[in-house]
């Protein structure tokens, strides 16, 4: 066996090697696996918290949903009585309308009544001279009976 | 090549050529440069280096280190791609070894590991490569480049000693520094002095633990070269032997020693971490 200087220089080498692969090669692998660990608990911490949220956000919107259905229900509730409301004081509107038109009605044929009757009794005094006349076939004295005249037609 | 060089080699010759070392070092008369035979090779002694497997090993390792960073610069979290995916299961790989090997705190642990797991699987994985490949190509630049006669060019970087002490050493070093710095000078010696057996007995305690010490490193970079070496030599044998009815032999070794390729690779990372880990062990 031949030992000679190449011990030596396989020493410095081996040293050379260790102290490169100590401090240039080692670390890159050992980051980048610890970068790697790191993500991955990471996207498991996510994701259990994600699914954390997920729950109270359903639950959330579940209530919300009761929520917004019982409101519904309210609203619907207030606009049918609002709508009832608003019938009855239509009807009640109607009815009086109709009562005053009905008022008016009666009044304006009580006119329309009065004033014939009043044409009818300024009329019935010429007729009832005219028939005097005839079935007295003689002249009057117009002065005379006018106020008999003007009595029978206020009977009237 | 294994065919041409088996015609003009013996067997031994080829062989010997496969296990010799591409050397360049100090020659006896003091000049610098490379050994043309085994035998200046040999004159050399301690102040050579191989440049072959010395090469190999840094050109894969820093080939890994770079291609690693490559990958890691373009990494993403969130998507990554089939390389990412790959170096990434690497990289987790080790983590888990050293989370469930390692119990104390050092940052420096696990990209070491990594580092000696990687580097030695490539430099194992070079014993796949047909055994005449590359250092076929390398001896026909050798002859016409640098006038070789025969240039050896080793690929394997686990089967050189050098290569694989070097890397144990190293790490015993860290045991011996992590284990003082952890239990003091005092805590350390005491380790080694007061057991199994208590202070009546150190002489004979320092004879089991001190050997036991020593034989962590020992153990560790021969037992890598030792797997290595004999696949390599196995691989050689059928080569040179068998000439070009090696190819049905050669893929059932190469078969069996993918086995051993990460195995050994695995095998020296776990020892180092069980290592260290004893090594900032402070209770007792």
């Not at chain 1, 005219?130 to 009977?155: H, P, S, W």
């Not at chain 2, 469930?100 to 990687?118: D, M, Q, R, S, Y």
């Amino acid at each position: 066996m031949d030992i000679n200087l190449t011990i030596i220089g396989q020493s410095i080498a081996f040293a050379v090697f260790c102290w490169f692969c100590h401090r240039y090669v080692w670390p890159l692998f050992a980051n980048v696996l610890e970068e790697r660990k790191r993500t991955i608990a990471d996207g498991l911490e996510a994701a259990a918290q994600g699914e954390l949220k997920l729950e109270t956000a359903s639950r959330d919107s579940a209530q919300q949903l009761e929520e917004a259905k019982s409101s519904a229900a309210g609203i619907i509730d207030q606009a049918n009585r609002r709508a009832n409301q608003i019938i009855d004081e239509a009807k009640q509107q109607a009815q009086v309308e109709a009562e005053r038109i009905m008022v008016a009605a009666q009044a304006e044929i009580e006119q329309e009544a009065n004033r014939a009757r009043e044409e009818l009794r300024s009329q019935v005094s010429v007729i009832a001279i005219a028939g005097a006349e005839k079935i007295l076939a003689r002249e009057v004295d117009q002065a005379a009976n006018e106020e008999m005249l003007t009595q029978l037609a206020a009977e009237l | 090549m294994a065919e041409a060089g088996a015609e003009s080699q013996t067997v031994q010759e080829y062989i010997v050529h496969h296990l010799s070392y591409l050397t360049w070092g100090r020659h006896p008369d003091g000049h610098w440069g490379l050994a043309h035979t085994p035998e200046e090779a040999a004159e050399m002694g301690f102040m050579a280096i191989h440049v072959d497997t010395m090469g190999w090993s840094i050109a894969l390792g820093a080939a890994f280190l770079l291609w690693f960073r490559w990958v890691g610069l373009r990494a993403s979290a969130d998507n990554p791609g089939p390389i990412q995916n790959f170096v990434e299961s690497i990289f987790e790989f080790v983590d888990a070894r050293v989370t469930e090997g390692f119990t104390h705190k050092n940052a420096l642990i696990a990209p070491l590991a990594l580092t000696v797991l990687v580097w030695i699987l490539l430099m194992n994985l070079m014993d796949l490569v047909p055994v005449d490949w590359i250092t076929g190509i390398a001896a026909l630049i050798g002859e016409h480049v640098f006038g070789f006669d025969h240039m050896p060019f080793k690929i394997v970087p686990t089967t050189d000693p050098n290569i694989t002490m070097g890397m144990s050493l190293s790490i015993f070093v860290l045991i011996i520094w992590y284990s003082i710095k952890h239990k003091g000078i005092g805590g350390f010696l005491g380790e080694l002095a007061f057991h199994p057996f208590g202070k009546w007995m150190v002489p004979f305690n320092l004879m089991i633990e001190v050997p036991t010490l020593l034989a962590k490193p020992i153990s560790l970079g021969l037992r890598l070269f030792g797997n290595l070496y004999a696949g390599e030599l196995l691989f050689l044998l059928i080569a040179g032997l068998l000439g070009l009815y090696q190819l049905p032999m050669h893929f059932a070794w190469a078969v069996f020693h993918i086995l051993v390729v990460p195995l050994q690779a695995f095998v020296f990372m776990m020892l180092t971490i069980v290592y260290l880990n004893a090594a900032h062990e402070t209770a007792h």
